[in-house]
T-cell receptor, first 114, second 114 residues
């Protein structure tokens, strides 16, 4: 299996621009998670999906952030408009089951907003 | 609220030596799971070891072992015979059995010197 695939690996954009991060989970995994990693706050859960349905988005920082999962093999995290404080590494992860099941991470998308 | 604390931002060990990374957590749950994840420079998060709270026996995976002290809410990782490839960020993570997403500590950066 190819693992969790994220794109782009790096993104540099200017403040105010729209950013879209993409994720392809491992086939058969029903749970998909978006995490954000920063030096100050570490790894924070933004949102998670079960069977393509968003279950908990309480970690999404504000209305500028939105996430979708139109089908079992694709999810997006969108930031519009982007701000410098959004600069971080964004991870997508998937698992067969929630909770103590093993979580498989992608390689992350490093976002820099100038 | 459940929190995970890693009090050592950085640690250093010589090749072939042993190092212990500390982690404490705060929870009112009795049934939960603890994890150590490794994040090498490639950024991808890799599961190192997992401990189930109801098991008294400490988990081991080859050169990696844990010291799980439930009453003290402590979960340290011991790396024996350290290798250059062990250099990475190490994250401690917690999840209650009824939970759905991991709660991570802020990480410890491990440097391995020849």
């Amino acid at each position: 299996d190819a693992g969790v695939i994220q794109s782009p690996r790096h993104e540099v954009t200017e403040m105010g621009q729209e950013v879209t991060l993409r994720c392809k989970p491992i086939s058969g995994h029903d749970y998909l998670f978006w995490y954000r990693q920063t030096m100050m706050r570490g790894l924070e859960l933004l949102i998670y999906f079960n069977n393509n349905v968003p279950i908990d988005d309480s970690g999404m920082p504000e209305d500028r952030f939105s996430a979708k999962m139109p089908n079992a093999s694709f999810s997006t995290l969108k930031i519009q408009p982007s701000e410098p404080r959004d600069s971080a590494v964004y991870f997508c992860a998937s698992s067969l089951k929630p909770g103590p099941g093993e979580l498989f991470f992608g390689e992350g998308s490093r976002l820099t907003v100038l | 609220a459940q929190t995970v604390t890693q009090s050592q931002p950085e640690m250093s060990v010589q090749e072939a030596e042993t190092v212990t990374l500390s982690c404490t957590y705060d929870t009112s749950e009795s049934d939960y799971y603890l994890f150590w994840y490794k994040q090498p420079p490639s950024r991808q998060m890799i599961l190192v070891i997992r401990q189930e709270a109801y098991k008294q026996q400490n988990a081991t995976e080859n050169r990696f072992s844990v010291n799980f002290q439930k009453a003290a809410k402590s979960f340290s990782l011991k790396i024996s015979d350290s290798q250059l490839g062990d250099a990475a960020m190490y994250f401690c993570a917690y999840i209650p059995n009824s939970g759905y997403a991991l709660n991570f500590g802020k990480g410890t950066s491990l440097l391995v010197t020849p």
